[in-house]
């Protein structure tokens, strides 16, 4: 069996990858506020430390794995002032208020 070439899933316009990058760069910000409030969520008494330190690796891996995709979409190029005004703020706020940690256990 022959495995498909990567680089025929790659997306082959400025503009896929200019979409491709902010869908990264919004799944990265909402981890990293994810990664911090299961950080503080670890240290309230009773917490299930356990259940919570899973939780912690599973989004570390997860943003692992997303600023390499970074990366690779950016080709290394650092983050500009206009990547910083196209991000929509309000959107990230609505999909943080609505984040489940129970979700990202599973």
Do not use: F, W
Not at 13 to 38: D, M, N, W, Y
Not at 51 to 78: D, E, H, I, Y
């Amino acid at each position: 069996m022959e495995t498909p070439d990567p680089r025929s899933s790659r997306p082959s316009t400025p503009a896929e990858r200019a979409e491709l990058l902010r869908k990264v760069e919004a799944l990265i910000a909402v981890l990293e506020i994810a990664h911090g409030k299961v950080k503080t969520d670890a240290m309230r008494p009773g917490a299930d430390r356990y259940r919570l330190s899973r939780v912690r690796r599973k989004v570390s891996n997860t943003l692992a794995v997303c600023r390499q995709a970074r990366m690779a979409l950016r080709g290394g190029r650092p983050i500009t002032a206009e990547d910083v005004r196209n991000v929509d703020l309000d959107e990230l706020c609505r999909r943080l208020a609505a984040l489940d940690l129970d979700e990202l256990e599973a």
